[in-house]
């Protein structure tokens, strides 16, 4: 039995010169050198949100999404909105802003009340009281964000996470009530709703990359910096795949298919 398997080397070649890419990046990171990531205009927009806030002396709105767990698939959705969401508690920590974060995941709640614990203790702050609510899942967190971001008027809200049907009727409540909205799903099905609706929608995989850039550690920053050029050489032996085959270059294909 072949260690390689025929037809799949150029494959193989990739993938160990990534996960090779990636050792040295994250070694680079812990070593203290700096690596520059692009700053995602949604991490703007959570400052402006808080900013706003404090002008109109009205809330912002918080919730990392409304479904999945830590122990499924959906957990580094939900890590990436915890992320997002000490950053917010920090900012508005520093700015006195209110803040009201809505969570409907019990293995979750412990995570985001330390984190936001430590974001205002960064501070010499305590946490106001109220501020993390639990929701449990389903019709009751959906109807129950809508009502706070409707009864407290938020100047801004930040939603990042793994999103089902809920997530066209928070972001329809933000928009009604006027609110500055950031936010983002990996699930390509809720995509859609959030670019339509809110000022700073976060992609699909953006809601990884910006929980990386704010987080600061070497393993999640360099992971995210060496993705790119490897997305660039996909793209590019696609394109070349696609070229030798319709116009029948034998050699390129042939050296495609090593």
């Known amino acids: 039995m072949a260690i390689i398997v025929e037809g799949r080397i150029i494959g193989f070649i990739i993938l160990v010169a990534t996960f090779a890419t990636f050792y040295y990046l994250i070694d680079q990171v812990k070593k203290g050198r700096q690596i520059r990531l692009r700053r995602l205009p949604a991490i703007d927009g959570i400052d402006e949100i808080v900013g706003r806030a404090v002008e109109l002396g009205r809330p912002v709105f918080f919730t990392n999404g409304g479904t999945g767990s830590l122990s499924g698939v959906l957990a580094p959705q ?3 909105g915890v992320r997002f969401g000490t950053y917010l508690a920090k900012k508005c920590a520093e700015l006195d802003a209110k803040l009201i974060a809505v969570d409907c995941h019990p293995d979750v ?3 985001l009340v330390g984190n936001f614990d430590d974001a205002y203790k960064f501070h010499g702050k305590q946490v106001p009281p109220e501020t993390i609510l639990y929701i449990p ?21 930040v939603m990042v996470g793994p999103f089902q049907h809920e997530a066209v009727f928070v972001a329809e409540a933000g928009l009604e009530a006027g609110a500055l909205q950031v936010a983002g799903t990996a699930r390509s099905s809720q995509i859609a709703y ?6 700073f929608p976060l992609i699909g995989e953006d809601i990884y990359a910006g929980a990386a ?4 550690i070497p393993e999640q920053l360099g992971t995210i910096y060496g993705e790119d050029p490897f997305k660039l050489a996909s793209i ?17 294909l042939n050296l495609l298919t090593i």
């Open 109 to 111: 709640l412990p995570l």
């Open 213 to 216: 850039y704010l987080s600061e």
């Open 78 to 80: 939900l890590l990436a």
């Open 236 to 252: 590019i032996i696609s394109l070349l795949a696609f070229i030798s085959y319709n116009l029948n270059i034998p050699w390129l």
């Open 194 to 199: 959030f670019a339509a609706l809110v000022d």
């Open 137 to 157: 899942q389903g019709y009751s967190y959906t109807l129950g964000c809508g009502s706070l971001i409707t009864r407290e008027r938020a100047a801004g809200t």
